[in-house]
């Protein structure tokens, strides 16, 4: 179940899934609910397929209008809620605790959400890897598990960089030079990724904070003011360089 905000400024939930993955899911082992939002470009196909995963707040709207985005470029898209059982408060921790482990139930979830695309029957069998924040480190500890190219936008290394991230897939990544939460983020990414020899294009945008790619400010109204200390939220001039950067490098490794 996602979240988004009431006009008095408080969460409330509203499911924003259209996709019950929870079949696919019994198989796997996964969480017991399982859905996402599917994005799909228009015509026939077959298409290449994004598998999408959302930043620390869920699948929300922010998410949606990413997906929508890439599927306009011809993906298509799956957005995961790695919430869906139970929402955010619930699953956040359980979430993160996974993610800096490198093992656990969002990572079976992710898989079964890639199987799902690439049995869905509408792909050409290439697949890429976004995520944002969150997203952003699982898609790169995704990049080496049965995807052709990832886009990491803001994420965070895993613990173990080099032994995770040797044999990766192509890689785009985008940070944002005014984050506070991730300092020195892109000359890290690239100098682990430099040396473990996989294919990357990672820039930082010297005016951009964390959650630049978002098109509004996300999160409980009551911490805005503090992420916006900490450097977080949107940059409508970043942007559109960044997200032409993430087309270009699928269109190369999923399209070409």
């Not at 019950?20 to 228009?42: K, N």
């Not at 503090?226 to 269109?251: N, T």
């Amino acid at each position: 179940m996602a979240r988004t905000e009431a006009e008095h400024g408080q969460p409330v939930s509203r499911d924003l899934s259209n996709v019950d993955l929870s079949r696919a899911r019994a198989a796997a082992g996964g969480s017991p609910v399982l859905r996402g939002y599917l994005a799909s470009p228009e015509g026939e196909g077959p298409f290449p397929a994004v598998l999408m995963v959302h930043e620390a707040f869920g699948l929300d709207d922010i998410t949606i209008r990413h997906a929508n985005r890439m599927a306009a470029a011809g993906y298509l898209t799956l957005a995961v809620d790695l919430y869906s059982d139970g929402g955010a408060r619930r699953c956040l921790v359980a979430t993160m605790r996974a993610l800096a482990a490198g093992e656990g139930r969002a990572f079976t979830d992710l898989a079964t959400a890639r199987d799902w695309l690439l049995e869905s029957g509408r792909t050409t069998g290439k697949i890429g890897v976004i995520g944002f924040c969150m997203g952003g480190g699982f898609a790169l500890l995704l990049a080496n598990d049965g995807f052709d190219a990832a886009a990491v936008n803001y994420g965070r290394l895993p613990k173990n960089p080099e032994e995770s991230l040797a044999g990766a897939c192509p890689i785009v990544a985008n940070f944002g030079g005014k984050d506070r939460t991730l300092r020195d983020g892109a000359a890290k990414l690239e100098s682990v990724l430099d040396r473990v020899g996989v294919a990357h294009d990672i820039k930082e945008f010297p005016h951009a904070g964390h959650a630049f790619l978002n098109d509004v400010e996300t999160g409980p109204r009551a911490l805005r003011p503090l992420f916006r200390v900490m450097g977080v939220g949107p940059d409508p001039e970043s942007a559109p360089e960044a997200w032409q950067r993430i087309e270009d490098h699928f269109a190369k490794h999923l399209k070409g």
